[in-house]
Each structure stands twice: as structure tokens, then as C-alpha cells.
């Protein structure tokens, strides 16, 4: 048996398993549902077919059925050998009835091989006023399949959850309806729960779009894919109760050698042009601070939202890379280009983490900072690391790390559960292939903790 940590995943052999939601029942405990979608590659339902809960408990496909409750505990069947074709991906969700996640204690997934019984994982999750959760999700990875812990909540209920995956809202509830109202022809399940097929309540999705300077100036394909971006994160910040927040972001871009890869193909430019989308909506000046590193971080010029077809063919890990270290005198590097022998190709995550630290203290803002850092893995400075983050707890700084594929991800997708800190200052998820990640769901993931620890740190006085 796995046990897996936020964002880890692992192949999954097994034709059928069971994925079982535990949680210690008791007095004042709420009521804990399991469901699951069936999504396409665009990370989308075909329908509300594709959604199986308690009322809809079997899949058109009989590839997923929901199994029924007992004491504690919520279980779904998944024949993986029978998930039809177009389907990239089953998530895992969970709904809390007459209460909030944060009430329920004990709270974990637990994956089974359903022939055998035997356990293949078990992901332990926390979480606070979510009442809807994504746990986990088995998805589609060179011709099998794997599991990835997710652990992702909605403030806004099971309803909020399945709208971000295309479920049907309707928009006409009244007021005071609960957030989700049962079928009219069906038994009326307790508050909370949701009806078949789901409706989501009247202005969700009411949010504020940020126009920044220098975007004018981009290409039009360009200028249409920053717009829509900013409103899916818009739409998040609102569904997490922090709408208008404003806040400093800060790229970091993992350079070690094993990234080489990952560049050449374009991904991580890609990667930059989507989170320069959340400078864009969370800072309006424009401007996004940014490092690349390996064995040493280098600054990169500060990218402005203008600018970033050049930046992004000037500064996204180009210039000379030696990976012998012979040298040899620059050539061609134009003004603001690192040169990447200097960078190296090895993984030192505290350096540039001492740095950007370095940097937030000498430039004070009175904005919390949202660090963006890439990593593919190959983490092995664990205890260097662990004590920077340990002593960034108390600065304005909310660190978001994104693993790239690799599950050595080391103390970055342990610190979760690390004890001794007053507030949670450093999120993580992976992301096997980000290109294949849409945009909601990406945006989704890295807003999902910073709100939380926004409102906490702001309550500890670590924010002003």
C-alpha cells in the first residue's frame, strides 16, 4: 500500500478498483457523499450523464457505479477496462451535508484493487469551510492508467464543483433555496445534496476583469487568450471569496538539466504565458518579477505584460547552456539573457527560495505575494529547504509549487503536514503533463490555498 501525499500520483494496474471516501462518524459530524465525472480531454463532462452520484448511481457505460454507504464511509466502482474511449480522466469528488470538510474528521480516500481487496494507495486530506471536494482522480497515461492525489475544495459547494466541469446551471432558484435543490419526481434528499442532473445557484460566476497596461500591445491571438484566462481566474478568486484581491506575483522556473526537454518543445513558454494571465488579473501594474535556476537562481528582467512575445523568446531559459562546463567566451547574448552556464544544470531549490525571500524584504508591498514556482522534481536539498520555508512563515509570502511530471518531489509535497508553523504557507500539486491541463482546472489548482492562507495570514497580522 501507497501512501500518498497532495499531488503525488502512481500507475494504477488493476482492471477495476474501488475508490472508498473514509471519515470518523460521530456527534455534530456531517454527512459525507461520494461522487464521481467522467470528463473528456478538454476537462469537461459530455453531459450530465457523465456525472454519478447517489442519484444517478451507474454510468450509461456501467464503467463507474456509486456503491452505496455504510457507517463512515463511501464507496464507487471503476472498471477502467470499460471507461469508454473519449474519457481522459474520472474525478473523484465529495459533498459535506449540513456542514463544511473542516467538520469532518479522519477524512481520506482509500483505493482498492476490487478484485482482490487489496489496498493500492491512501491519501489523507484536511481541509477547512470547503463543501466540496475534489479527492483524487484516476486518469489516462500512455496507454494506462494512473491515480493522482489531488485534494482540491470548493467554498462553494458540490454545485461550484460541477460547474467548473460542465454540468447544467440553471440560474433561476429562488433566494432562498440551499445551494443545491433535489429533483421535483425524486425522494427530497437532505439539504445539500445534490438532484439529478445538478443545479448550480443563481450568480456564481459574477466577477471582475482587470484591464492591464500594456496589453493593448499584444498580438490579437495573444490578446484573446489573456482575456479568457482572466476571467477563468477571476472566476475562481470569486468562487473562493476573494474577489478584487489584488496581489504581487512572482515566477520561479526550474532550469536543471532534466528540464531541457520541456523547453525545446515549448512547454514552458506555454507554462509562462499562463501565469503571466495571473499577474495580469492579480497585479495591474503589468509587471511580473521572475528567477530561473539550477545550481545557482539568476533574476530575470522583470517581465512586462506588453512585452511577452519578446520576453518569452529572449528570457525562457535560452542563451548558452554548457553541460560539461567548458568555457568558452559569450556570444550572442543580448542585453538582459542570462547565461545558463552560469545557472547550471543541478537542483538547488533553496538558493533561488533564499533569494526571492531576499528580495520580497527589500521590496516591501503592502500586497501578499503569490510565488509561482516550477519544479520537475529531483528534489534532494530537503532539509535546506524545509528551514527556508519554516522561516518564510512569517513573511507576506504564499509559495505555490507545481511539480512537473516527476514524483521526487521530496519535503515540496510533504509540507501539508509539516507541524509547527501557525499558518500553511506553501501549496503543492503535480501536473503530469501541463499541456494537457486546461485552463480552468489549472488556474483552479493554483488558486485553491493561497485565498485560505490570504484570509489566515491577514487574521495573524503576517499581512497588513
Same mark, same amino acid.
Given at each position: 500500500?501507497?501512501?500518498?501525499?497532495?499531488?503525488?500520483?502512481?500507475?494504477?494496474?488493476? %482492471?477495476?478498483?474501488?475508490?472508498?471516501?473514509?471519515?470518523?462518524?460521530?456527534?455534530?459530524?456531517?454527512?459525507?457523499?461520494?461522487?464521481? =465525472?467522467?470528463?473528456? *480531454?478538454?476537462?469537461?463532462? @459530455?453531459?450530465?450523464?457523465?456525472?454519478?452520484?447517489?442519484?444517478?448511481?451507474?454510468?450509461?457505460?456501467?464503467?463507474? @457505479?456509486?456503491?452505496?454507504?455504510?457507517?463512515?464511509?463511501?464507496?464507487?466502482?471503476?472498471?477502467?477496462?470499460?471507461?469508454?474511449?473519449?474519457?481522459?480522466?474520472?474525478?473523484?469528488?465529495?459533498?459535506?451535508?449540513?456542514?463544511?470538510?473542516?467538520?469532518?474528521? *479522519?477524512?481520506?480516500?482509500?483505493?482498492?484493487?476490487?478484485?482482490?481487496?487489496?489496498?493500492?494507495?491512501?491519501?489523507?486530506?484536511?481541509?477547512?469551510?470547503?463543501?466540496?471536494?475534489?479527492?483524487?482522480?484516476?486518469?489516462?497515461?500512455?496507454?494506462?492508467?494512473?491515480?493522482?492525489?489531488?485534494?482540491?475544495?470548493?467554498?462553494?459547494?458540490?454545485?461550484?464543483?460541477?460547474?467548473?466541469?460542465?454540468?447544467?446551471?440553471?440560474?433561476?432558484?429562488?433566494?432562498?433555496?440551499?445551494?443545491?435543490?433535489?429533483?421535483?419526481?425524486?425522494?427530497?434528499?437532505?439539504?445539500?445534496?445534490?438532484?439529478?442532473?445538478?443545479?448550480?445557484?443563481?450568480?456564481?460566476?459574477? %466577477?471582475?476583469?482587470?484591464?492591464?497596461?500594456?496589453?493593448?500591445?499584444?498580438?490579437?491571438?495573444?490578446?484573446?487568450?489573456?482575456? =479568457?484566462?482572466?476571467?477563468?481566474?477571476?472566476?475562481?478568486?470569486?468562487?473562493?471569496?476573494v474577489s478584487g484581491l489584488t496581489a504581487r506575483v512572482i515566477l520561479v522556473?526550474?532550469?536543471?538539466? %532534466?528540464?531541457?526537454?520541456?523547453?525545446?518543445?515549448?512547454?514552458?513558454?506555454?507554462?509562462?504565458? @499562463?501565469?503571466?494571465?495571473?499577474?495580469?488579473?492579480?497585479?495591474?501594474?503589468?509587471?511580473?518579477?521572475?528567477?530561473?535556476?539550477?545550481?545557482?537562481?539568476?533574476?530575470?528582467?522583470?517581465?512586462? =505584460?506588453?512585452?511577452?512575445?519578446?520576453?518569452?523568446?529572449?528570457?525562457?531559459?535560452?542563451?548558452?547552456?554548457?553541460?560539461?562546463?567548458?568555457?568558452?567566451?559569450?556570444?550572442?547574448?543580448?542585453? *538582459?539573457?542570462?547565461?545558463?552556464?552560469?545557472?547550471?544544470?543541478?537542483?538547488?531549490?533553496?538558493?533561488?527560495?533564499?533569494?526571492?525571500?531576499?528580495?520580497?524584504?527589500?521590496?516591501?508591498?503592502?500586497?501578499p505575494t503569490l510565488v509561482l514556482f516550477f519544479s520537475d522534481g529531483g528534489?534532494?536539498?530537503?532539509?535546506?529547504?524545509?528551514?527556508?520555508?519554516?522561516?518564510?512563515?512569517?513573511?507576506?509570502?504564499?509559495?505555490?509549487?507545481?511539480?512537473?511530471?516527476?514524483?521526487?518531489?521530496?519535503?515540496?509535497?510533504?509540507?501539508?503536514?509539516?507541524?509547527?508553523?501557525?499558518?500553511?504557507?506553501?501549496?503543492?500539486?503535480?501536473?503530469?503533463?501541463?499541456?494537457?491541463?486546461?485552463?480552468?482546472?489549472?488556474?483552479? @489548482?493554483?488558486?485553491?490555498?493561497?485565498?485560505?492562507?490570504?484570509?489566515?495570514?491577514?487574521?495573524?497580522?503576517?499581512?497588513?
Amino acid at each position: 500500500m501507497t501512501t500518498l501525499s497532495k499531488g503525488a500520483n502512481m500507475p494504477v494496474t488493476a %482492471s477495476t478498483v474501488k475508490a472508498v471516501l473514509g471519515w470518523s462518524p460521530g456527534p455534530g459530524v456531517p454527512d459525507v457523499d461520494a461522487s464521481a =465525472l467522467l470528463v473528456t *480531454g478538454s476537462g469537461r463532462v @459530455r453531459s450530465d450523464d457523465d456525472f454519478v452520484f447517489y442519484n444517478q448511481p451507474r454510468h450509461a457505460s456501467g464503467a463507474v @457505479r456509486h456503491l452505496g454507504k455504510q457507517a463512515g464511509a463511501d464507496a464507487l466502482d471503476v472498471d477502467l477496462a470499460a471507461v469508454e474511449r473519449g474519457i481522459e480522466r474520472v474525478v473523484l469528488c465529495a459533498s459535506v451535508d449540513g456542514g463544511t470538510f473542516g467538520q469532518v474528521p *479522519g477524512l481520506h480516500l482509500r483505493l482498492l484493487d476490487a478484485s482482490s481487496g487489496a489496498e493500492l494507495a491512501r491519501f489523507d486530506m484536511e481541509a477547512g469551510a470547503e463543501t466540496a471536494y475534489v479527492s483524487g482522480e484516476l486518469y489516462r497515461r500512455d496507454g494506462g492508467w494512473k491515480f493522482r492525489a489531488v485534494g482540491q475544495g470548493y467554498a462553494d459547494g458540490l454545485a461550484g464543483l460541477a460547474t467548473d466541469f460542465g454540468i447544467t446551471v440553471d440560474d433561476e432558484q429562488p433566494a432562498a433555496a440551499p445551494p443545491l435543490s433535489p429533483a421535483p419526481t425524486s425522494p427530497r434528499p437532505p439539504a445539500g445534496r445534490p438532484p439529478s442532473p445538478v443545479r448550480a445557484p443563481a450568480g456564481r460566476g459574477e %466577477s471582475s476583469i482587470r484591464l492591464t497596461k500594456g496589453e493593448e500591445k499584444l498580438p490579437v491571438d495573444m490578446r484573446k487568450r489573456l482575456s =479568457l484566462r482572466k476571467e477563468q481566474i477571476a472566476v475562481s478568486l470569486t468562487k473562493h471569496g476573494v474577489s478584487g484581491l489584488t496581489a504581487r506575483v512572482i515566477l520561479v522556473l526550474d532550469a536543471s538539466g %532534466s528540464m531541457a526537454t520541456l523547453y525545446t518543445r515549448g512547454t514552458m513558454a506555454g507554462v509562462t504565458e @499562463r501565469m503571466a494571465a495571473v499577474a495580469a488579473q492579480l497585479d495591474d501594474d503589468g509587471e511580473m518579477q521572475a528567477w530561473t535556476f539550477a545550481s545557482n537562481p539568476a533574476r530575470l528582467p522583470d517581465l512586462v =505584460l506588453g512585452e511577452l512575445p519578446e520576453w518569452l523568446a529572449r528570457h525562457v531559459r535560452v542563451g548558452q547552456v554548457s553541460l560539461f562546463g567548458r568555457k568558452k567566451p559569450p556570444r550572442g547574448l543580448l542585453p *538582459g539573457q542570462v547565461d545558463m552556464r552560469a545557472v547550471g544544470i543541478q537542483n538547488e531549490e533553496q538558493k533561488v527560495i533564499a533569494e526571492v525571500r531576499a528580495y520580497v524584504r527589500d521590496h516591501p508591498v503592502p500586497d501578499p505575494t503569490l510565488v509561482l514556482f516550477f519544479s520537475d522534481g529531483g528534489v534532494y536539498r530537503n532539509d535546506e529547504i524545509e528551514r527556508e520555508l519554516r522561516a518564510a512563515v512569517e513573511e507576506p509570502v504564499f509559495w505555490q509549487f507545481i511539480g512537473l511530471g516527476r514524483a521526487q518531489y521530496g519535503v515540496l509535497e510533504r509540507f501539508d503536514t509539516l507541524p509547527g508553523r501557525r499558518v500553511d504557507n506553501v501549496g503543492f500539486f503535480a501536473a503530469d503533463d501541463i499541456e494537457k491541463v486546461p485552463d480552468a482546472e489549472l488556474y483552479e @489548482r493554483l488558486l485553491s490555498e493561497f485565498p485560505s492562507w490570504v484570509r489566515t495570514a491577514r487574521q495573524l497580522g503576517i499581512l497588513r
